[in-house]
């Protein structure tokens, strides 16, 4: 009967009367004294080579507070297709940036386009991160922004930020260009609605026009869009933010503290926020002077002290430091272009708080992200 070899070298001092003697050269060392030991285990019998460690991801740039993965069905090479590289490692770091890696693509920076909405104040290493991943498609939740997910596209998109309070509005004329196309509103936005990179949807027009598109540039009346429509605009149409969160006219911003995912085989996929957080809104009718922190407001009122301002030329974060009741607000910077008559938010420092939850109102397919959400059951705010 042939010897079976043995899958470790036998040593003749037994383990327990062998030491470590790190500072000792190796030539000095005696027959019970070892100095390194690299890739080999012991045990009572002897010692035996191990495999070794190898390290498959780079250092995360920052200090990571959240990590989750899963799998994804896109490319990172957009045509090239690589079945060995479809898990995704996700990293949030407790600075704000959020970073992927397939082990071969390096730490990419897929943190939302600050100019959509998203801040990265309030992060740091107590921040509370859930998400739910549908299919392919994993959706966040960081109690300081709306939600926002990473879509399975080719290549190293953004995390889309859902939209904060922006209404649908209708279109009176699309131009047509070259590779992209500019609407012009039925009437003007309170402010400029949508950023480069944001997404839009065009409905009731026509199979031509209606769909989902990336946002160049907008104003207040215009919103410039990629697409090739291969016909002329006729008439109609409605314009919206293609994925929202928060369309209450009387909220400025809302959040939650959690996000959970729920399946079931009569309806589908519905996304459930819960913990919700409300800043209420007040609009007057205001004007704001360029170079000037005083805006004027007949309606202004004293539980406006604190309140964050949007409205036109004034610039993003401003807050109210004092109110002359009945005439004006001075806020903490000064206002960067003139306009009379216009309507001004005021998001009051006054939280609303709903310990139950919202969802979307209908059922939702696998490996994408709901488009709407819809409030409902909200008991009384605390």
């Not at 939740?141 to 997910?149: I, R």
């Not at 006219?249 to 399946?263: C, D, E, H, I, K």
């Not at 913990?275 to 407001?297: D, E, H, K, Y």
Request: proline share 6%; glycine share 10%.
């Amino acid at each position: 009967m042939p010897q079976i070899k043995k899958s470790y070298t036998e040593v003749t001092v037994p383990l327990s009367k062998m030491t470590f003697t790190p500072d000792v050269p190796s030539a000095a060392l005696g027959a019970n004294e070892y100095n390194i030991g690299e890739n080999v285990e012991t045990d009572v019998r002897g010692i035996r080579s191990a495999l070794g460690e190898l390290e498959i991801l780079g250092t995360v740039p920052g200090t990571p507070t959240y990590i989750t993965g899963g799998y994804r069905q896109s490319d990172y090479i957009p045509g090239t297709v690589d079945d060995a590289h479809r898990f995704w490692f996700i990293v949030a770091t407790d600075a704000g940036n959020w970073y992927a890696n397939n082990g071969v693509s390096g730490w990419l920076d897929i943190t939302p386009i600050a100019a959509t909405g998203f801040t990265k104040v309030g992060y740091s290493q107590a921040i509370n991160i859930t998400d739910s991943w549908n299919g392919t498609v994993p959706i966040f939740n960081d109690t300081v922004n709306a939600p926002f997910f990473w879509p399975d596209e080719p290549g190293a998109p953004k995390l889309v930020l859902y939209k904060q309070n922006i209404p649908p509005k209708g279109i009176s004329n699309i131009t047509v260009g070259t590779g992209t196309c500019t609407i012009t509103v039925s009437n003007a936005y309170t402010t400029v609605p949508f950023a480069a990179g944001d997404k839009i949807l065009i409905t009731n027009i026509n199979n031509f026009f209606n769909g989902t598109f990336t946002v160049v540039s907008a104003t207040t009346t215009t919103i410039t869009y990629t697409a090739v429509p291969g016909a002329a605009y006729t008439a109609g149409g409605t314009v919206s933010a293609a994925y929202t969160w928060n369309y209450n006219p009387n909220w400025q911003s809302l959040t939650a503290g959690f996000v959970r995912l729920y399946s079931t085989p009569n309806v589908g996929n519905i996304l459930v926020a819960g913990n919700l957080t409300v800043v209420p809104q007040r609009n007057l009718l205001c004007n704001v002077t360029s170079g000037s922190a005083v805006i004027a407001c007949t309606n202004a009122t004293a539980d406006l002290v604190g309140s964050t301002v949007i409205g036109l030329g004034i610039p993003l974060g401003a807050t109210v430091t004092s109110v002359s009741v009945g005439t004006s607000v001075t806020i903490n910077v000064n206002a960067t272009a003139t306009n009379t008559g216009i309507t001004v938010s005021f998001g009051l420092t006054t939280l609303e708080r709903y310990p139950t939850t919202i969802a979307w109102s209908q059922a939702f397919g696998i490996n994408q992200a709901p488009q709407t959400w819809e409030p409902t059951n909200l008991n009384v705010a605390n």
